[in-house]
């Protein structure tokens, strides 16, 4: 009975320092919104101009929900367009990638999609866009621009391009449809029975497109998989689970959501047959694999299903849901942090509330432990840890200049230009490169043009030697300073030579691009892709495969 009535009475002790805290918290945040309630009712009466009410409780509501994490965002009516297209990956418009040119100071189609309206009339690689229903858009930005040629599906208007082959200006009948990034924009059965499927984001039906890629290479022969998801941001966590449940048993917990609120956890598990359990397979990642990406292949990796290679993924382990909001506006919101199979959760960053930007990437000292399937360790925070680490080939400077920093890459843009206009047709995509001539007339086209770009052996050289000057060294090494300032004194002919193959890859696959569309391109990418190369050769050796499922004994 004592001991009864003690914890009685510690129980009563609590209620009051638990219920204050929730009271102060209530007060905290009734008085805060009074506060901002009122500074704009002085700011709408009093404010020198007119205040754009729309614009300033949205920034004030944007403002907010960056001291929480980048993912949680509001978007007003007049943004839930792109919120839709995030989602769907579907909007109303022609099916074409633009960009601002700088050298032209106007907006150029870079790529249209294939069979779609952009590519159907005849646009090109390069057309500039002079007009659009007679509204000009001279010096109009890009996002001007894409809100012109974006609308409803049905929709017509005339665009007034100039083709910069011939000079001359067109003008085309576009009628709007209702565009859908392909989810898998290339699959295919490569050499020796390997298949390969890009996926490039998980919007809605992504896992139908895999299951239907996969199942035909399958029936064409296919003996083994690559699934590439570097570069894909992620998307919906269902699909996720889909794709992951084409490969294990029916009944398998695939990833848990974790949050405050009891509706905001739930348990994904596989619901249906797989298609195959025994198919060896390889997910290509890199740092720019999130999300969905990360549940994919950090799922298939914690039941040692697949062997993840590439490099480290993002580290995005936070889940959001959305909620409508007055006035047809949308908030999605961050809910839960998400846990695969091994129990463990990537999530690299931790996000400081109340502090905006501030953040810290949590170190892999204060990282655990976790195990998969067969007992392989695996550890959470940080991203997805590859079983075979393969880096990607670098882009030197040079190269990263040409290929698009600033207006640099107007040379790239223009040799490209004039390759098509003077070439009807080329080599298929997964087989065309531009020959060594190719190369050397772009050579001399940048050497005659005097491109400028930073090179990082000069930049390090003036850091070093600011270094040295400060810590009193530069007097007695200056002879050696200005000998090897000489040796790195700039050879823009001797730089694109020695950065040749990289350049020449660059430039065939834009130009493949052109020709074939997306797939094109990426067909064309694969031919010299270090981390594709080494997944075949993976697939090639079965028992180095195997190995890679075995425990390391502790």
């Known amino acids: 009975m004592k001991k009864i009535l003690l914890s009685w009475l510690l129980g009563w002790a609590l209620l009051p320092a638990t219920a204050q805290k929730g009271a102060d918290h209530n007060f905290e945040a009734a008085k805060n919104l009074d506060v901002f309630n009122t500074i704009y009712k002085h700011l709408d009466l009093m404010y020198v101009d007119t205040i754009d009410a729309q614009q300033a409780v949205v920034s004030g509501i944007d403002a907010m929900l960056r001291s929480l994490d980048p993912y949680t965002v509001y978007y007003p009516q007049d943004k839930m367009k792109d919120f839709k297209f995030m989602i769907t990956g579907k909007y109303g418009g022609i099916g074409s990638v633009i960009s601002y040119n700088q050298q032209l100071k106007r907006v150029i189609i870079q790529e249209p999609y294939e ?8 646009l090109k690689k390069g057309d500039i866009i002079l007009a659009i229903d007679d509204k000009d858009m001279t010096a109009k930005a890009q996002d001007y621009v894409s809100d012109h040629l974006r609308g409803d599906p049905g929709t017509s208007f005339i665009l007034k ?7 001359k200006i067109h003008k085309f009948k576009i009628t709007r449809k209702a565009i859908q990034t392909p989810a898998v924009p290339y699959y295919g059965l490569q050499k020796e029975g390997v298949g390969y499927i890009n996926l490039s984001s998980f919007t809605e039906n992504c896992s139908r497109d895999v299951r239907r890629a996969f199942v035909e290479m399958k029936q064409k022969g296919m003996t083994s998989l690559v699934l590439d998801l570097r570069n894909n941001g992620g998307g919906s966590e269902q699909e996720a689970v889909n794709i992951v449940n084409m490969f294990v048993p029916k009944g398998i917990l695939v990833v848990s959501n974790r949050g405050k609120m009891e509706r905001a956890n739930r348990d994904y598990k596989t619901t249906v047959e ?12 890199n740092n720019n694999s999130a999300s969905a990406s990360e549940i994919t ?3 298939l990796q914690d039941l040692d299903r697949a062997v993840v290679l590439g490099t480290k993924t993002y580290g995005k382990g936070l889940v959001q849901m959305t909620m409508d909001m007055p006035y047809n506006g949308m908030l999605k919101l961050t809910t839960s942090k998400y846990y695969i199979p091994s129990g463990r959760c990537i999530q690299a960053i931790n996000y400081k509330q109340g502090k905006a930007n501030d953040s810290e990437v949590i170190p892999d000292s204060l990282t655990k432990t976790f195990y998969t ?13 590859p079983d075979v680490v393969v880096q990607p080939d670098s882009m030197s400077n040079l190269v990263y200049y040409l290929a698009g920093v600033r207006d640099s890459n107007e040379l790239l843009l223009n040799y490209e230009l004039d390759y098509i206009a003077a070439h009807p047709t080329i080599a298929p995509a997964h087989e065309f490169s531009i020959t060594d001539a190719d190369f050397e007339e772009f050579k001399q086209r940048v050497v005659k043009a005097g491109f400028k770009y930073d090179r990082e052996s000069g930049r390090l050289l003036k850091s070093l030697v600011k270094i040295a000057k400060l810590e009193g060294y530069y007097d007695d090494a200056k002879a050696e300073f200005e000998q090897l300032e000489k040796k790195l004194q700039h050879n823009l002919a001797k730089d694109l030579d020695f950065n040749k193959e990289a350049i020449k890859r660059v430039i065939s696959h834009d130009i493949a691009t052109a ?3 997306q797939k094109g391109g990426i067909q064309n ?3 010299d892709d270090k981390q594709m190369s080494e997944a075949v050769k993976l697939l090639k050796d079965q028992q180095r495969y195997q190995d890679v499922f075995k425990v390391v004994s502790r």
Do not use: H, W
């Not at 069979?115 to 005849?122: C, F, H, I, L, T």
């Not at 391009?161 to 000079?167: L, Q």
């Not at 399937?373 to 840890?385: H, L, Y």
């Open 115 to 122: 069979n779609m309206p952009a590519a159907e009339v005849g």
């Open 161 to 167: 391009i100039k083709r910069p082959s011939t000079n």
């Open 274 to 285: 797989p298609i195959d359990t025994v198919m060896p397979i390889v997910v290509l990642v």
């Open 297 to 299: 292949a950090g799922a």
């Open 373 to 385: 399937a067969k007992g392989r360790e695996v550890r959470d925070g940080g991203g997805i840890q």
């Open 515 to 517: 020709y074939y569309f």
């Open 525 to 527: 990418s694969l031919i």
